[in-house]
């Protein structure tokens, strides 16, 4: 069973067609890499993925469910986090993370899946602090504990580490790695082409709403006599 | 271009947009629609009362009563035998009238004895708004220069009477029909005062749960939307509706927290202009316990029905400052009412007007506890049916909202997607 398995997927915005007949499959427990420039429909494919956007037409299965026909037991197995995502300021980062884990668990289990999310963000004391006290680092990290905290079978994060300094970025790689170690599949967009190529097992090429080239990285290094997943993408969108 | 001429193009850019000149258009309107009815009611107090007299005295005084009527009055009912009383009512109620006036058959010799002469004065109420009582003013008037007519005679005669009585030789005995009620001691101007007194508080309490509820709820969807934590919310499993009933009753709490907080000070505010408890229960002009709760399920299902509104509007708003310019159009949606409630009587209303009152939702808890005074539950429970209606739609069409992109991109898909996720909700299965 293929964790995700997206068909001939399209998607318009009135008279834009943001996602253009694009169709992947994401295997269980691998990180699977959408990668393109800004614009090219890697975040409408991920919020597809995620059920809060309707799609033109085309099929999506998650976990072996349609997307349209099962969307409440999707979101029962599957965590997004968006790119620039915040959290409700006026909340404790502790109390946020009780917040989400409520939606999953009761009693003593909402406590157990809170304390792994603490574990995840290692905000330390700060994790007592209001929310809008937190620098972005901090803040991204309070979001990749609540996005892995319930052990989702398939985790979307949309940018992971987008804007946060290199120390930061590299804490989030680390949990995402770490993730796939329990069974939790990572569908991920970027447009770090390093941060690819260090994290992902296999990568789609998307640009202008296509899926311009499928692989592994090094696959497709080789494929394009490139040194680097910048230097494919290059060659493939010429 | 000049640095300033060039900031002063760009904040004319930011500025001039439909967002800032709408609500100063609707407040230009709703003030020139006012001043319009005002003009009109103004112009009704100045044209002659429509009355009736009977006279039954037929001496010198009681001919200056009759004088000063016929003169300023345009009298529809004329007789001199108070047996007439129920007929000249009738007569009078037909010809739109406001009162009949009866001198008693010892108005004169009254007077001539040091006694005051009694005017008998039945009143036909049309509405119990501030302003309705506008209509009974043309008639205390010329009971005013009838006193100074009958002075100047009694002062010219070189009477020996006691001055108190040459300075005001009249009073009035007043019995007010309104609703199928008789008010016997009591002039429209009292009833109006009472009633106010009355059903002052709940369309006070109602504009400011709407008001400070509603804009909870509008500020609550745009910090989802600003905060970027509406998305994450969309992707728990959480049923669309629990959200939207979530946000609403959560919303309702808070308003009411803050008007009961406000309405403190403002019930001591209002207990210096009351009328004393005594009289208003001898009159009946009270709601009962079973009035009581009417009431408030009015106040309920109208408040559930504004928080859905205001949810509606909140999945427009964008951000906390587009939060604030949609807050506006609720804010006038309560206060419409509120002025309507306070000023003038729904059954005086044009035919326009009460079906624009009635389409607001928020003036039917205003408007109930007077109905419900005089036993009109029909337009009670029939304004409660409405909102509850209005407030089921509502919700649908915002939990549909929350089903399709609107929510985050700010445009519906295609029709045919549209109709299907109404469907869903129907089916109870969720998306």
């Keep these: ?238 | 271009m000049s640095a300033v001429g060039n900031i002063i193009k760009k904040e004319l850019k930011e500025l001039l947009t439909p967002a800032t000149f709408i609500p100063i258009i609707i407040i230009a309107a709703i003030y020139g629609s006012m001043g319009g009815s005002i003009q009109e009611i103004q112009k009704e107090a100045a044209e002659p009362p429509i009355i009736g007299v009977i006279n039954e005295d037929n001496s010198s005084l009681s001919n200056v009563v009759n004088n000063v009527l016929m003169t300023n009055a345009e009298v529809v009912f004329n007789s001199t035998s108070s047996n007439d009383i129920e007929f000249g009512l009738k007569t009078i109620n037909e010809q739109q009238g406001v009162a009949l006036i009866v001198i008693d058959k010892n108005f004169t010799s009254r007077i001539t004895n040091e006694e005051y002469g009694n005017i008998e004065i039945y009143w036909i109420m049309k509405g119990a708004g501030i302003l309705d009582s506008i209509s009974s003013s043309g008639v205390e008037y010329l009971l005013r220069v009838i006193n100074t007519n009958i002075s100047e005679q009694l002062i010219k005669s070189n009477t020996s009477i006691n001055a108190s009585v040459i300075l005001t030789p009249t009073q009035k005995v007043e019995t007010t029909y309104f609703k199928g009620k008789e008010f016997k001691g009591l002039s429209p101007n009292s009833i109006v005062n009472m009633l106010s007194s009355q059903s002052i508080l709940i369309p006070i309490i109602m504009m400011m749960i709407i008001i400070m509820a509603g804009g909870i709820v509008i500020t609550s969807m745009a910090l989802e939307k600003e905060n970027k934590t509406l998305e994450t919310l969309l992707t728990l499993p959480v049923k669309r509706t629990s959200i939207v009933s979530g946000k609403i009753i959560a919303s309702a709490i808070i308003g009411f927290l803050l008007a009961l907080i406000y309405m403190v000070g403002m019930s001591y505010y209002l207990q210096g202009f009351s009328q004393g408890g005594s009289i208003i229960a001898k009159y009946n002009l009270v709601l009962n316990t079973q009035g009581f709760i009417i009431v408030g399920i009015s106040l309920f299902v109208t408040l559930i029905a504004a928080l859905a509104l205001c949810m509606l509007l909140g999945t427009f708003a964008k951000n906390y400052k587009s939060a604030q310019t949609l807050t506006f159009p609720v804010t006038m949606l309560a206060l419409i009412p509120m002025f309507i409630s306070l000023f003038m009587d729904f059954d005086t209303l044009p035919l326009a007007g009460k079906v624009f009152v009635f389409a607001i939702p928020f003036s039917h808890p205003m408007m109930a506890p007077r109905a419900l005074i005089f036993g009109d539950y029909t337009f009670v429970f029939s304004g409660i049916a409405y909102s509850a209606i209005f407030a089921i739609v509502t919700i649908i069409v915002v939990v549909w909202i929350f089903n399709t992109d609107r929510i985050l991109t700010g445009s519906t898909k295609r029709k045919r997607e549209g109709r299907r996720s109404i469907i869903n909700i129907f089916r109870g299965r969720r998306f």
């Design chain 1, 1 to 238: 069973m293929a964790a995700i398995e997206v068909k001939n997927l399209v998607k318009k915005y009135g008279t834009i067609d943001a996602v253009k007949d694009v169709s992947f499959t994401v295997n269980n427990g691998e990180i699977f890499g959408l990668i393109g420039p800004n614009g090219a429909g890697k975040t409408t494919v991920l919020r597809i993925i995620s059920t809060i956007l309707r799609i033109t037409s085309g099929s999506v299965k998650v976990l072996d469910y349609d997307l349209y026909k099962n969307a409440g037991e999707i979101r029962k197995m599957i965590s997004y986090l968006p790119e620039d995502a915040g959290a409700y300021k006026n909340l404790k980062g502790r109390e946020y993370l009780e917040f989400i884990a409520r939606f999953f668990n009761n009693g003593k289990k909402t406590q157990e899946m809170v304390e792994k999310g603490v574990l995840i963000a290692n905000l330390g004391d700060r994790i007592n602090d209001r929310v809008d006290t937190y620098s972005k680092g901090m803040m991204r990290r309070l979001l990749v504990g609540r996005a892995l905290m319930i052990e989702p079978k398939l985790a979307i994060l949309d940018e992971p580490t987008s804007g946060l300094d290199v120390i930061n970025a590299q804490e989030i790689r680390k949990i995402i790695k770490n993730t796939t170690e329990a069974g939790t599949t990572i569908l991920l967009s970027s447009h770090n082409m390093l941060e690819v190529e260090l994290l992902c097992d296999r990568i789609a090429l998307i640009a202008e709403g296509k899926i311009v080239e499928t692989g592994r990285p090094k696959d497709l290094m080789g494929k394009y006599n490139a040194r680097n997943i910048e230097e494919v993408f290059t060659r493939v969108v010429k």
